[in-house]
């Protein structure tokens, strides 16, 4: 099983900033696609930044120039910085890893998707 712990959700003005984390554990092989998604109150869910082991990037039109999203790798985290922030921005955000994990002794890995508590992100006007 992988465990993920998000931060830093909060109360901020628009204008404001904020930066969020998740940090993956357990029994992780490997991390390919690291990704922050955002829902917010009667809407589907939406991929809102991504990122591969390699660094690419993948961001939504809306945040683009605003949100920049980074990894440490060797502490299995992924953070999204949030910039300039607006009203709209205001949902819970999600993070997601894809990747491989074990699966047993030796190299016994299976496919993992795993999906954080989600943290509340407000953006009063």
């Known amino acids: 099983q992988v465990q993920l712990v998000e931060s830093g959700g909060g109360l901020v003005q628009a204008g404001g900033s904020l930066r969020l984390s998740c940090a993956a554990s357990g029994s992780i092989f490997i991390i390919n696609l690291m990704g922050w998604y955002r829902q917010a109150p009667g809407k589907q869910r939406e991929l809102v930044a991504a990122i591969t082991g390699g660094g690419n990037t993948n961001y939504a039109d809306s945040v683009k120039g605003r949100f920049t999203i980074s990894r440490d790798n060797a502490k299995n985290t992924v953070y999204l910085q949030m910039n300039s922030l607006k009203p709209e921005d205001t949902a819970v955000y999600y993070c997601?890893?894809?990747?491989?994990?074990?699966?047993?002794?030796?190299?016994?890995?299976?496919?993992?998707?795993?999906w954080g508590q989600g943290t509340q992100v407000t953006v009063s006007s």
């Open positions: 997601n890893v894809k990747g491989l994990e074990n699966n047993g002794p030796g190299l016994n890995v299976r496919p993992m998707d795993y």
